[in-house]
């Protein structure tokens, strides 16, 4: 049994910040590749951010240069720095990540959404 739980998110100004943390917990062997995702009302889930086991990053080119990626492998968490807000950036953000269990199969997890407003 494995479980992502994500947090973080909020009602922000344009301009302001927030850091999401997802936290992933149960019976896992190694997580593989970490990212974020985000979906906005009538729009497709989207990639937001990815990290691999290396710590190899990509970004969506909407977020380059105001949203950092990052992982701690000791505790099974991944975060979501975000500067410089902007009203389109509104959307449930959600964690993913590639899991091999302790049953050794490889699924991806999900976590359950943060929701993330940037209005004035």
């Known amino acids: 049994q494995v479980q992502l739980v994500d947090s973080g998110g909020g009602l922000v100004q344009p301009g302001g910040s927030l850091r999401l943390t997802c936290v992933a917990s149960g019976s896992i062997y190694s997580i593989y590749t970490m990212g974020w995702y985000r979906q906005a009302p009538g729009k497709q889930r989207e990639l937001v951010a990815g990290?691999?086991?290396?710590?190899?990053?990509n970004y969506a080119d909407s977020v380059k240069g105001r949203f950092t990626i990052s992982r701690d492998n000791a505790k099974n968490t991944v975060s979501l720095q975000m500067n410089s807000l902007k009203p389109e950036d509104t959307a449930v953000y959600y964690c993913?990540?590639?899991?091999?269990?302790?049953?050794?199969?490889?699924?991806?997890?999900w976590g359950q959404g943060t929701q993330v407003t940037v209005s004035s």
């Open positions: 990290i691999s086991s290396a710590g190899d990053t």
């Open positions: 993913k990540a590639n899991i091999r269990t302790l049953s050794l199969r490889l699924t991806d997890y």
